[in-house]
């Protein structure tokens, strides 16, 4: 299963909107509503900020969306604050029962 | 408080077996989908292999035939027993609780609850 493909980096400046997309094929994103994505600060565990390709968990910003359209999941966050600046990856159920990680995206709040 | 504490990592020589303890407290194991999850030192997320609740199991291709995932309901602990180790396994690894239901919708790859991670090095 290869790894689902991410942008190495994106930058904004705070108050912007930056968006991160995630490419995957009909075999995982193409072919569920079940895409993940998670914010890594440096030395801390992942943290889910939507899940099924839309859904935000509680207690997460609603700055923070995402959305689908064919083999493309994105990552949209608006208003950008500095504490946003952190590794952003995404993930998706595929076809085998795996589930695969897109190679991660450095966001950097200029 | 919902939480996961991983246990076991250390420095182990190519070809040796380690196993790892992931240990939760404020929910069950055993009724939920549990899932590991490395990061090798610099590097990006990589899943390595889900228990349902039900007992299926499932596996990355990297780890399969070498790591075997299991739980110990009586403990309430999800283990991730490691064998035949490579330089290429060097990693912090994560256990997590996969969300299966939400609201009684059925949903998959949600990792919600996230262990601190334990270093493991393999190296001679």
């Known amino acids: 299963q290869s790894a689902l493909t991410q942008p190495a980096s994106v930058s904004g400046s705070p108050g912007q909107s930056v968006t991160i997309s995630c490419t995957g094929t009909?075999?995982?994103?193409?072919?569920?509503?079940?895409v993940s994505w998670y914010q890594q600060h440096p030395g801390k565990a992942p943290k889910l900020m939507i899940y099924d390709v839309s859904h935000r968990p509680s207690g997460v910003s609603n700055r923070f969306s995402g959305s689908k359209s064919g083999n493309t999941a994105s990552l949209t966050i608006s208003g950008l604050q500095a504490e946003d600046e952190a590794d952003y990856y995404c993930n998706s159920y595929t076809t085998s029962t795996t589930r695969v990680f897109g190679g991660g995206t450095k966001l950097t709040v200029l | 408080e919902v939480q996961l504490v991983e246990t076991g990592g250390g420095l182990i020589q190519p070809g040796g077996s380690l196993r790892l303890s992931c240990a939760a407290s404020g929910f069950t194991v055993s009724t939920n989908y549990m899932s590991w999850v490395r990061q090798a030192p610099g590097k990006g997320l990589e899943w390595v292999s889900v228990?349902?609740?039900?007992?299926?199991?499932y596996y990355a291709d990297s780890v399969k035939g070498r790591f075997t995932i299991s739980r110990d309901n009586s403990k309430n602990t999800l283990f991730l027993q490691m064998n035949s180790l490579r330089a290429e396994d060097t990693a912090v690894y994560y256990c997590?609780?996969?969300?299966?239901?939400?609201?009684?919708?059925?949903?998959?790859?949600?990792?919600?609850?996230w262990g601190p991670g334990t270093m493991v090095t393999v190296s001679s």
């Open positions: 228990i349902y609740s039900g007992g299926s199991i």
């Open positions: 009909s075999s995982d994103i193409g072919g569920y509503n079940y």
């Open positions: 997590a609780r996969e969300l299966s239901m939400v609201r009684g919708v059925i949903t998959r790859a949600a990792f919600d609850i």
